[in-house]
C-alpha cells in the first residue's frame, strides 16, 4: 500500500531496557541482551525467565490522572510511550485544536488483571470485584489514552499477532488522507505474566517474554520520517505458510536492499525465526533484530521494530529503513521508512 505522503511525527518506548527511546537505542547499541528476572507461576517449582520493565527512577506525573489510579501495567506503558511520541503536540489535542485518532494493538492483551479477575470468579463469585472487570477488557488501554489526551475522535483498538501494529500503519494513514483526524497515535502494548509466558513457548518464538509498549504518531505535515508504503497482511493457509507469505512481503519491500539501507528484522533464535530468514537471506544492508537483546514483546516488540527504523532515520543513520514482521500465528506484514 502507498501511503501517500504522511510522515512520522514522534516516536516513543518503553522496554525491559528501560522508559524512553534513548534507553532502548543505548541497549540495542551495546549489543548485550537485556538481563532477565524470575516470574512466578503456580503448581510449578521452577520460575518463567522474563525481561521486565524496571520501575521508574521516579513516579511518573501521568500517574496522577484520576483515570490511572487502576490501571495496570500494560496502560502504564502505552500512556508513558504516546506521551514520549505526541511530544509537544498535547498541548493543541487537548485544548481541541488537533484531533488525535489512537489506534492501540494488543496480542496477549490485559491478562494481569483478566487472571485476577477470573481467579476471583472461580473462587468465590460472589465477591469477585466488579471494580477489576473493565480492566481486563482489550479496549480499556485505549479509552484511557483517549481520557489522558482529551480526545473524542476516532479510536480503535485490533487484536491480533505481531503484525497489527504495522497493519495499523496502514489505518492511521487512511484516516490522516480522509481527513478524519488531523494527528493519529499508533500504539502497542503488552504486560509479563505467567500466563503468557507457558503460552509463548508453545508458539517457538526462542526468546524470553517481555514487556513494554511502542508508539508512533503521524501527520500529513513533512518531517524528517516518511513512511513510505505499508504491505499487504500476507495470511497463514493451508497450502500457503509462513514461509511463502514471509517471500511475498519480503519481496514487495525489495528482498535485497540496498548497502545503506537497515532492515530491522524480528528475528528472536527460535526455530520459528526459520521462514523470516530465508525471505531476506539476499539482504545486502545492515540489520538489526530487536528481540534478541529486548526479548519478545508479542505486540510490543513490531512497534519496537517501527520505533528503532523511525530513529534511524531521524537521526541519519539510515536513508531507508525496512521493517519485517512474520507473526506467531496469522501473517507476514512489513514496512518501508524513509527520510522526510
Known amino acids: 500500500m502507498d501511503v501517500s505522503r504522511v510522515f512520522i511525527h514522534g516516536i516513543g518506548a518503553v522496554s525491559p531496557a528501560g ?20 516470574l512466578d507461576r503456580p503448581c510449578r517449582a521452577v520460575p518463567l525467565s522474563v525481561r521486565r520493565v524496571p520501575a521508574p527512577e521516579a513516579r511518573p ?8 489510579r487502576r490501571t495496570s501495567p500494560i496502560t502504564h506503558f502505552a500512556i508513558a510511550a504516546a506521551i514520549e511520541a505526541v511530544g509537544e503536540d498535547a498541548a493543541q ?9 489512537i489506534v492501540f494493538c494488543a496480542f496477549g492483551g490485559c491478562v494481569g488483571y483478566s487472571r485476577r479477575f477470573y481467579s476471583e470468579v472461580l473462587r468465590e463469585p460472589a465477591t469477585a470485584s466488579p471494580m477489576v472487570f473493565p480492566e481486563t477488557v482489550f479496549n480499556a488501554p485505549a479509552s484511557h ?17 505481531q503484525g497489527e501494529m504495522v497493519k495499523a500503519l496502514a489505518l492511521a494513514a487512511d ?56 504491505t499487504g497482511p500476507e495470511l497463514f493457509l493451508a497450502g500457503h505458510g509462513r514461509g ?13 536492499g540496498d548497502p545503506g539501507d537497515l532492515l530491522v528484522d524480528g528475528l528472536a533464535g527460535g526455530k520459528a525465526d526459520t ?33 528503532v527504523a ?31
Open 310 to 340: 523511525a530513529d534511524a532515520i531521524r537521526r541519519g543513520v539510515a536513508r531507508r529503513a525496512v521493517v519485517s514482521v512474520v507473526g506467531s500465528n496469522e501473517q507476514a506484514v512489513g514496512a518501508e521508512l524513509r527520510a522526510g
Open 244 to 256: 511463502p507469505a514471509a517471500r511475498r512481503m519480503s519481496a514487495a519491500l525489495g528482498a535485497v
Open 61 to 68: 506525573a501521568f500517574m496522577a490522572h484520576p483515570r490511572l
Open 175 to 230: 484516516w490522516l488522507l480522509a481527513d478524519r483526524v488531523d494527528s493519529c497515535l499508533v500504539v502497542a502494548s503488552e504486560e509479563a505474566d505467567w500466563l503468557t509466558g507457558d503460552a509463548l513457548r508453545l508458539l517457538g518464538r526462542g526468546a524470553p517474554l517481555a514487556e513494554g509498549a511502542g508508539a508512533v504518531c503521524l501527520r500529513r505535515e513533512p518531517s524528517s520520517v516518511e513512511l513510505a508504503a505499508v
Open 19 to 38: 522508559w524512553g527511546v534513548a534507553a532502548m537505542r543505548d541497549a540495542l547499541d551495546a549489543g548485550v541482551p537485556v538481563p532477565m528476572v524470575g
Open 93 to 101: 489535542i487537548a485544548s481541541g485544536a488537533m484531533r488525535l485518532g
Open 145 to 161: 489514552l483517549a481520557a489522558y489526551f482529551a480526545t473524542t475522535a476516532v479510536n480503535y483498538t485490533v487484536v491480533g499477532d
Open 275 to 307: 521462514a523470516e530468514a530465508a525471505a531476506w537471506e539476499g539482504w545486502s544492508g545492515r540489520r538489526i533484530s530487536p528481540r534478541q537483546i529486548l526479548g519478545e514483546g508479542l505486540g510490543a516488540s513490531s512497534a519496537w521494530q517501527v520505533v
